[in-house]
């Protein structure tokens, strides 16, 4: 057992440690930072913690937007804690070490002829933190992280690890599924597979005021659909994915029709990270121009069909960095909420260059989930990080806050006690357990004392 810290030169030997979030919208110097490689280091840290009345958070790859994980006291990291524990065939689960990268966990399932259900369009961060936080994809048959949990195991603020699942300290893992690491530290993670897949994925310009009116139509029959609108135009691009199940007699390799290499490049890294980069910093500089940049930007947008693993379709590299505020609202709402945030926008003389991103997910039954009770449209707002996204941002935060719109847990809101208490059924029953499992609040930082502490 051993707990590692992070290695420094010489002159560096006496510098605090410095973090920041990936957007570096917030920063931390906490007092330590910690790698524990094993359960028992990572008990160990947290008896630590309680024994010196310390704070502790747990950070992966900062890629949440919020100051979740910023701490002036111990800041654990679990990078050394990762990989996979075991795949279950029989009853489609498998079981992970929570620091282990969303980015791994293709490669680690393919030898077993399986693979996660649905994910997100990036994927650096710890699976911990993707289930902490209610990280989703898109499709109306499919939920989020926190919804495809099947059991955890967690070190509480009494250094004991235990394991939680419907049969095993059941109430808990009801309530602490998604939990912004308020509950303790989870160390391993359960989460439901299915067979190994293909997408066949289909992406065109489409007219924005047809996407949007029909989006919760469309939703019910299409496996995968998402579509993307840059302000001040009058097109959309949609990603529209259908699974193709994979067998013995069907090889992934002989299915596959992946984008070349060179077309890769082109539109991933040139156009979508490069250009879009470059559009970024003008559209500072000159914002009336922005306009037609995006007008622009959409003549050059790639229609193409292609056939990949999931993660290669999923996921989208983003080399542009960026602030993001995301709502989900109930998924009949979208066409209204949508013409709302259009004509809020016009008006207001604002000039956005970042597009908003639409997606959809399956109702569960996580207290905490954006997806609670309701099939959900997702609404992510984007400002360059190079801009203010403040007045961006307090534009549609009422727009979306007024359709009964519940913000994603690591991406900006503004959101305090009270009002998560209108958002959610179950907030209460939520607070009251986490106050018994961590009555010391050692878990806790500003930020989540804001959202969780009347």
């Known amino acids: 057992m051993t707990l590692r810290t992070r290695t420094r030169t010489k002159r560096a030997a006496t510098a605090p440690h410095s973090w920041s979030t990936w957007s570096r919208q917030y920063t931390a110097t906490p007092s330590e930072f910690l790698q524990p490689d094993s359960e028992a280091a990572i008990s160990a840290a947290v008896t630590r913690a309680a024994d010196t009345n310390t704070a502790l958070r747990v950070v992966g790859a900062g890629h949440s937007f919020t100051p979740a994980a910023v701490t002036d006291g111990i800041q654990l990291n ?58 989703h994809g898109t499709g109306l048959g499919f939920t989020g992280f926190c919804g495809m949990l099947r059991s955890f195991r967690m070190v509480g603020a009494d250094g004991v690890a235990r394991t939680y699942s419907p049969t095993e300290n059941a109430e808990t893992f009801h309530l602490a599924r998604l939990s912004l690491g308020t509950f303790g530290v989870l160390t391993e993670i359960t989460l439901a597979t299915v067979p190994a897949y293909l997408l066949v994925a289909d992406e065109r310009p489409v007219p924005f005021a047809e996407i949007a009116d029909t989006f919760p139509e469309r939703c019910q029959t299409a496996d995968h659909l998402e579509f993307y609108w840059f302000p001040h135009t009058d097109v959309a691009l949609v990603k529209h994915n259908t699974r193709l199940p994979l067998d013995q007699a069907a090889s992934a390799d002989v299915l596959r029709q992946p984008i070349g290499p060179m077309q890769n490049f082109i539109d991933e890294e040139l156009i979508n990270n490069g250009v879009h980069g470059l559009v970024c910093r003008l559209g500072r500089r000159i914002p009336a121009a922005i306009p037609h940049i995006n007008r622009l930007a959409n003549k050059f947008v790639a229609e193409r069909t292609y056939v990949d693993y999931p993660h290669k379709v999923f996921v989208s590299p983003r080399r542009v960095r960026f602030n993001e505020m995301e709502y989900a609202v109930p998924l009949a709402q979208l066409p209204t909420v949508l013409a709302e945030i259009r004509r809020a926008i016009d008006a207001s003389g604002l000039q956005i260059s970042f597009p908003l991103e639409i997606r959809s997910a399956k109702a569960d039954d996580v207290p905490l989930s954006t997806a609670y009770d309701r099939d959900s449209a997702y609404i992510a707002v984007h400002q360059w990080y190079g801009s203010s996204f403040r007045e961006y941002f307090a534009l549609l935060e009422p727009i979306l806050r007024a359709a009964g719109g519940r913000p994603h847990w690591g991406k900006l809101h503004t959101l305090r006690f009270a009002d998560l208490q209108q958002a959610y059924p179950l907030f209460d029953d939520y607070v009251a357990a986490r106050e018994l499992a961590d009555p010391a609040g050692m878990f806790l930082n500003d930020y989540t004392r804001r959202l969780f502490l009347m």
């Open 78 to 135: 679990l990078d050394h804690h990762a990989g996979l524990v075991n795949v279950n065939k029989l009853k489609g689960e498998v079981t992970l070490k929570a620091g282990t990268r969303l980015r791994d966990i293709p490669a680690l399932l393919r030898p077993h002829g399986v693979a996660l259900a649905n994910q997100g369009d990036v994927d650096p961060q710890a699976v911990a933190g993707a289930v902490s936080t209610g990280t």
